[in-house]
């Protein structure tokens, strides 16, 4: 898996947020790239082997060198981390100078979303659950978390959105490095399910959202350029 962003959302060389005058795109392509379908597809797979995967992270088995390699990845899903990387291309590339919203909506925003959607469902973290139940859907408490704190705020991994948000955007600005922003929002999400923090399905979830926050802001930026 790979983010390859259309060639009409790619910033061109000279603006950081143009587009070709010819392009024109549809939302369509938002929600109904084969990417977010298919994510959606693991989301609902993946549902069967929360409750195993969540158990074998708790038993902290895993090589040290898993641990110490995801641990350190995890900034780049993390508000700061991300900030950090931001201000990185900002002033190291001066042409992304003029374009720092669409950046920072893109990675950001894609975390703010799904903070706002974990309101939405309560879902208990694997690590503030004494006895994995023996069902998945035991694992959710119904609609509206705002005053279960944070151990019911699981779905979705709001970690892994703005990573994968982050990596939508950084392979929008620099196409050659996309397998490695690929890379690193898949660490993200490993990491998220090796602390315990969230379900497979949380991270799949989290990764539409990432998905469709970032490629939206390309495109309302491309289009508030012409």
């Not at 279960?148 to 600005?173: R, W």
Request: proline share 8%.
């Amino acid at each position: 898996m790979s983010f390859r962003i259309d060639p009409m959302l790619t910033p061109s060389p000279t603006n950081p947020i143009e587009s070709s005058e010819r392009s024109h795109t549809s939302w369509g392509y938002v929600f109904w790239h084969p990417l977010p379908v298919g994510m959606l597809v693991a989301v609902l797979v993946s549902l069967a082997i929360d409750l195993p995967v969540a158990d074998y992270a708790r038993t902290g088995k895993q090589p040290r060198w898993v641990s110490e390699l995801l641990e350190n990845a995890e900034p780049f899903g993390h508000g700061i981390g991300t900030t950090l990387i931001v201000i990185a291309v900002l002033v190291l590339d001066p042409v992304r100078r003029r374009a720092p919203l669409p950046l920072l909506a893109g990675s950001l925003g894609a975390g703010l979303v799904a903070n706002l959607a974990k309101l939405l469902v309560i879902r208990f973290r694997p690590r503030d659950i004494e006895v994995l139940p023996e069902t998945v859907w035991s694992t959710f408490g119904g609609m509206w978390s705002l005053s279960g704190g944070n151990g019911s705020q699981s779905f979705p991994s709001a970690h892994t959105a703005t990573a994968v948000g982050l990596a939508v955007m950084l392979s929008a600005y620099y196409p050659r490095g996309r397998w490695f922003f690929t890379m690193m929002a898949i660490l993200v999400g490993m990491q998220r399910i090796h602390c315990s923090a969230h379900f497979p399905s949380d991270v799949f979830a989290g990764a539409i959202v990432g998905w469709v926050v970032a490629v939206a802001s390309l495109q309302l930026a491309s289009r508030n350029s012409r």
